[in-house]
């Protein structure tokens, strides 16, 4: 089966019959994702799932990213039916980096972020000790203008970086820091999604995370983890990290001039020794992204499968209701 599947993704043909019920096929001079549709509009997805469930999951390993088109998967009701067929445990959002609303069973409306903003690519909670192997979108409402969910191939983005840069993340790894202050960050509640601290405290001691209150309501945390690492299936290499998402060169110049020192900073981060990540280096990280990100226009119904391990995911500015759900795994 694998062979068989890596023989069509070399092929250019837009469009192969996989079997008499849907059809596969990639957008313009792209190679992934893989774009499943039916052939006939009442085919309904969850037996398609059913019926070929082997072939889902070894096609997600090796495209790593797939979207499901025209099968009218276009409310929460829907989006949450569909994943609860799947074996695995939906996850909840813990050691949040930004606000969600979750909307019943572990569905959550994907981040709240200013409309008019970018939010940078990233591998979700790769910062965390444990973090999912499998992220879901689900598009409810399309908006009117832009508001892409760019994607980007993990193995690519490794690829693009020079050799130098690579191998000293590979040999220091990346340092986080996060201030928990509730200020121009998160809240420690909000993160960990409890108000007891001993919780919290034990939370951080299993994971490895050294902590420090600064206060009554501020919480400091450090913690080291590997910037690139083995796929935990294919054990092919990833660039699986958040030392651009969270460096403070990704900020904008004027925050950073209004703040006294980085300490103020709700994150940050260093190579693993706590050496300092340049500005240039930054901008070599923002560039390997930029030469593996793919973009499609949302339809209302499309739901999107990640290999979180594989693949990297952002989002651009857009205009007009848009309504973005989310599962992991």
């Not at 006294?260 to 900073?265: G, I, P």
């Not at 226009?297 to 309504?323: A, M």
Request: hydrophobic share 35%.
């Amino acid at each position: 089966m694998i062979s068989r599947i890596n023989k069509l993704k070399n092929q250019d043909i837009k469009k192969i019959n996989l079997n008499e019920d849907v059809k596969t096929s990639f957008f313009e001079n792209k190679k992934y994702p893989l774009v499943i549709s039916p052939i006939n509009s009442g085919y309904n997805l969850k037996n398609w799932f059913l019926e070929n469930d082997k072939y889902f999951e070894s096609s997600l390993l090796n495209y790593g990213a797939i979207l499901f088109r025209d099968f009218k998967i276009n409310s929460v009701e829907k989006f949450q039916d569909l994943m609860a067929m799947f074996p695995k445990e939906l996850l909840e959002y813990k050691f949040r980096s930004s606000p969600r609303f979750e909307l019943g069973d572990n569905v959550y409306v994907s981040t709240t972020y200013p409309e008019d903003e970018n939010i940078n690519m990233h591998s979700e909670n790769s910062y965390a000790m444990n973090p999912p192997h499998r992220i879901v979108f689900c598009c409810v409402i399309a908006s009117e203008y832009r508001g892409e969910t760019p994607i980007a191939d993990n193995r690519l983005v490794l690829g693009h970086i020079n050799e130098v840069l690579k191998n000293k993340f590979k040999e220091k790894g990346v340092l986080y820091r996060r201030n928990l202050s509730g200020v121009l960050g998160l809240s420690w509640q909000e993160v960990f999604q409890t108000s007891d601290k001993i919780q919290v405290q034990e939370e951080c001691l299993s994971n490895g995370i050294d902590f420090e209150w600064a206060g009554e309501n501020e919480l400091i945390l450090t913690w080291k983890k590997e910037a690139i690492c083995e796929h935990p299936l294919t054990k092919e290499l990833v660039w699986f990290n958040h030392g651009m998402f969270f460096n403070k060169h990704m900020l904008h110049e004027d925050f950073l001039r209004s703040i006294n020192s980085d300490d103020e900073l709700p994150n940050n981060t260093f190579f693993g020794d706590g050496s300092e990540i340049s500005k240039d280096e930054i901008e070599e990280l923002k560039l390997a992204y930029q030469k593996s990100i793919v973009e499609f226009q949302w339809e209302s119904g499309d739901v999107l499968f990640l290999d979180n391990y594989l693949f990297s995911h952002g989002r651009n500015p857009y205009k007009g209701e848009r309504k973005i759900i989310v599962s992991i795994s």
